[in-house]
């Protein structure tokens, strides 16, 4: 909190020693001006003037801005002249407009009423050449105005999943969703010390749709009559392709009628990676940009960590921005679909798969029809 009578907390301050300075916290340039501009007001141009031409000490007392120590509460001093004019003993006149800046010399006042100091005083003490001081005066708290923040930042991603929809476009998808509601502020001595909790929650989901998983070379459905389309299914396309309808990034595997769950999975997490670090990023971001913000309430506050919120999310979208953030993921998981087309060509250029549908004598009845194969995703990928 920023109050002009507070007392000094730390031992850095170097002004007790001077005759002029300035009393403020020192907890940021607009609170700075804001000082200024208040001192304006009360005092007038020149006060604030002498002020300024003393100001230059005040930054060598204050330190810097971006270390630990987020706010000193310094005890500065300010001697200004000002003149009043005596008004004759047996006038009580107020009508130079006084306001409650004017000492209150009045000796006939209520003793009761006025500072102790004063209650030996009387008109009677006047006298040319004479200096009173006011020292009984009661120091006056003045309304905190913009105070500095301090955060501590917890950053805490949480990736699970989650349903896939009921109409599916895509073999998965990975979303980050950006919570600073678990955050705090405590305000003390000229700062507000926010807890800010970043939360990024995010979720994914698999689907295949009509096609068959086929989770390695062993998988039981694959047969010698299919394992070629399984291959070249689970193959990652050695360059980008986009002809008769099929559109796939370098390494992505087609997935026509076969895909593998455990690899979309791990694709998937490839993005939670993804958007956990550039979270992460953000959080750090925007806790260092909360920390030169100074609020003059908590629901400045509040509005700050709205837009640290935003400032997470706007860094995760531009680091994730399509196609470069697919590529990277199919390029991660290229060896993974690799070896396992590979293991499954091996073994049926060995004839290592049963035959289905068996072998048929010319005679034979037709075979149940194969399983037909689903139209593939519209600009889905995993
Ligand atoms: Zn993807």
């Known amino acids: ?13 170097t002004a007790s020693a001077r005759s002029t300075g300035c009393a403020r916290a020192r907890s940021g340039q607009s609170s700075g001006v804001s000082s200024l501009l208040h001192l304006q007001r009360t005092v007038g141009n020149q006060a ?15 330190g810097g801005n971006g270390g630990g120590l987020r706010s000193v509460v310094e005890r500065h001093f300010h001697t200004l ?6 008004d004759g003993p047996a006038v009580q006149s107020d009508s130079a407009g006084a306001d409650d800046r004017e000492p209150a010399i009045d000796a006939k006042a209520p003793a009761a009423q006025a500072p102790t100091a004063s209650s030996d005083r009387s008109a009677s003490d006047l006298a040319e050449g004479r200096t009173v001081h006011f020292s009984s005066l009661p120091p006056i708290d003045a309304p905190a105005q913009w105070d500095a923040i301090a955060s501590i930042l917890s950053y805490s991603p949480d990736i699970g999943t989650t349903p896939p929809p009921a109409v599916l476009t895509e073999f998965g998808k ?5 919570e ?10 000229a700062t507000f010390n926010v807890e800010l909790v970043v939360d990024n929650v995010i979720r994914y989901w698999v689907a295949g749709g009509n096609r068959t998983d086929i989770a390695s070379d062993n998988d039981a459905d694959i047969t010698q009559a299919n394992y070629p389309t399984v291959v070249s299914d689970l193959t990652p396309a050695a360059a980008p392709v986009n002809t008769g309808g099929l559109a796939l990034l370098k390494n992505q595997p087609p997935r026509t009628r076969f895909w593998a769950e455990d690899l979309t ?4 997490e490839f993005h939670a990676a993804d958007d956990e670090k550039f979270g992460r990023e953000g959080a750090l ?5 909360l920390n030169r913000q100074t609020a003059g309430s908590f629901n400045d506050v509040e509005v700050l960590l709205g837009r640290v919120s935003q400032m997470v999310a706007a860094r995760i979208l531009a680091a994730m921005a399509p196609p470069a953030v697919e590529q990277r993921a199919y390029d991660d998981g290229a060896a993974d679909y690799a070896a396992r ?3 499954i060509k091996v073994k049926g250029d060995a004839w290592g798969y049963a035959p289905t549908p068996p072998a048929r004598p010319a005679s034979a009845p037709a075979p149940p029809a194969a399983p037909k194969a689903p139209a593939p995703p519209a600009g889905g990928r995993p």
């Open 1 to 13: 909190m920023h109050t002009l009578a507070q007392e000094p907390r730390t031992t850095q301050q």
């Open 48 to 62: 604030v003037q002498r002020m300024l031409e003393a100001d230059p000490e005040e930054d060598r007392a204050a």
């Open 81 to 86: 002249s000002a003149a009043i004019r005596r």
């Open 174 to 178: 990975t979303n980050s969703r950006i």
């Open 180 to 189: 600073v509601n678990q955050s705090s502020a405590t305000q003390n001595n």
């Open 265 to 268: 999975i791990k694709h998937e």
């Open 285 to 289: 971001e925007g806790r260092d940009w």
């Open 341 to 343: 087309a590979r293991a």
